[in-house]
T-cell receptor, first 113, second 111 residues
Framework: EADIYQTPRYLVIGTGKKITLECSQT?????MYWYQQDPGMELHLIHY???????EKGDLSSESTVSRIRTEHFPLTLESARPSHTSQYLC????????????FGPGTRLTVT | AQSVTQLGSHVSVSEGALVLLRCNYS??????LFWYVQYPNQGLQLLLK??????LVKGINGFEAEFKKSETSFHLTKPSAHMSDAAEYFC?????????FGSGTRLLVRP
């Protein structure tokens, strides 16, 4: 099973601040993902990466950006946080040896006041 | 395009009763199907998966699911609910290494 770490777990921040949500995995997985989960539970893919220097936008439009400079690290950045960004953000990665099952980190719950 | 429908946003059962969470999918190719569970303030944990072969799949915590191609269904069951099963459950289908999730079902277990 993959080890995926997300920090911080909880963040309360004021409008206009720049924030970076960290995601790291220790298994050398090439494919990584960011999801946004609303209070109503539904998950939406906002970014994904299939390798170093490769990033794509997901199905849900997001004002956030991502980078993939190292295989194990896939941070998500909001340049100017707004209350509409309040949500839970989940990071995931895929095992090369599996059948496309994704392994998830514990999530970051972001509140923008 | 692939999609997943979970019938019932909330399911309530008594402790010891059968758990049945419904999932229907649409896919133009043989699907990889998954069930995930999410406990409060945590990420998603893989319960079980269907890839190829046997259509009855066993997972963790006593859950199992049956892939029925003719019905395009992948319902999740557990013979006897436990209080610790109370959580959110998500069905998902793989779409070229991206997961398409259903909207989730909240399972409530009454004592």
């Amino acid at each position: 099973e993959a080890d995926i770490y997300q920090t911080p777990r909880y963040l309360v921040i004021g409008t206009g601040k720049k924030i970076t949500l960290e995601c790291s995995q220790t298994m050398g997985h090439d494919k990584m993902y960011w999801y946004q989960q609303d209070p109503g539970m539904e998950l939406h893919l906002i970014h994904y990466s299939y390798g170093v220097n490769s990033t794509e936008k997901g199905d849900l439009s997001s004002e956030s950006t991502v980078s993939r400079i190292r295989t194990e690290h896939f941070p998500l950045t909001l340049e100017s946080a707004r209350p509409s960004h309040t949500s839970q953000y989940l990071c995931a990665s895929i095992s090369q040896r599996g059948f496309h099952e994704q392994y998830f980190g514990p999530g970051t719950r972001l509140t923008v006041t | 395009a692939q999609s997943v429908t979970q019938l019932g946003s909330h399911v309530s059962v008594s402790e010891g009763a059968l758990v049945l969470l419904r999932c229907n999918y649409s896919s133009s190719v043989p699907p990889y199907l998954f069930w995930y569970v999410q406990y409060p303030n945590q990420g998603l944990q893989l319960l079980l998966k269907y890839t190829t072969g046997a259509t009855l799949v066993k997972g963790i915590n006593g859950f199992e699911a049956e892939f029925k191609k003719s019905e395009t269904s992948f319902h999740l069951t557990k013979p006897s609910a436990h209080m610790s099963d109370a959580a959110e459950y998500f069905c998902a289908v793989d779409s070229s290494y991206k997961l398409i999730f259903g909207s989730g079902t909240r399972l409530l277990v009454r004592p």
